[in-house]
């Protein structure tokens, strides 16, 4: 299994340049694959990149998107890394307008991906919307009989469940897809049923909150993957630093993924979309 061993990542801050070989439509989400033969060939499940184009990258309304964003890679192998996203601005609509054959600009993998499951305990898997994207590398490192729990806002979103081996347990807000339910709901349920877990969550800071709060509750190690804005992904800028019981960390080199229980509060202001 391949984790974090070192306490920070040693990527060299260089751009490089991945070449698209897909760019696929899948319900709200689009994916994104590109073939990163310059780079390391064993990024960390929660790990992350930071992505813009060759072309075309600014010059738009107020010249957005001027900065790279940050994107988990969704999966990783042979070289290929595949990216999950949802357009909500202008960097990811630029994203999805990549095709096969162009560039995607890159700098990683960064940052401190997830680390294994405490002895004796099972994996449960809680995502929430664009936040599976990082669960289905780990659950490709961990095997199929993690469980799987996760809940998007629609059947649209829901499609997104289909990328995962096995069957997930889905929850949506509407009811269109799965259980109508907050895949907290379906949390709860788990831990009651058989609280021996490590839980690995990403998703919207209300959701990761939520979470938290239910492991705290359940006395269950939680790792959750978060977000803040990110200008460089290296260290460099400080605009991503977050608080958390010990002071102020940079998200980028320290996280994204953090222990629970080293947060207050996973509501980090000016986190997630
Ligand atoms: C470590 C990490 C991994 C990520 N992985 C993914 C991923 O796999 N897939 C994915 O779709 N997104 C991911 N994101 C989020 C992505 O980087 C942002 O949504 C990005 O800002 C989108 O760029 P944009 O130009 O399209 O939209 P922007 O113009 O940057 O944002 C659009 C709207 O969303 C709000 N917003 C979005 N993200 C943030 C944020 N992080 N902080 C503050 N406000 C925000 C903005 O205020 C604005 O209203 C990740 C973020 C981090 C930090
Ligand atoms: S994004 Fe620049 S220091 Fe973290």
Redesign the pocket.
Known sequence: MKVADEPRTLAPPRRRTAHVTAVERLGA?HLVRALDSGGPQDPQPGQ?YMLSTDERWGGGADE??YLP??????RAREGELS?????????????AELRAGEGLALVGP??LGWRPPREGTRPVLVGGG??T??LLCWQDELGPEATLLLGFRSAAHAEAASLFVGRPEVATDDGSAGRQALVTDLLREQLDADPVATVFACGPPVMLEAVRLLCAEFAVPAQL??????AC?FGACFG?VVPTKEGYIR??VD??VLDGERLESALLG????
């Not at 964003?69 to 969704?74: E, K, L, P």
């Not at 990216?83 to 994203?95: H, I, K, Q």
């Not at 993957?225 to 990110?230: I, N, Q, Y």
């Not at 000016?270 to 979309?273: D, E, L, T």
């Open positions: 989400y992350f957005r998107p964003r940050a994107f988990s890679h969704a990216f999950l996203f949802e357009v909500v601005g202008p960097g990811t609509a630029r994203l960064l940052g664009i936040g994207a990082p993957a978060l977000e803040s804005g990110m992904g991503c998200l980028c996280g994204p000016g986190a997630g979309h």
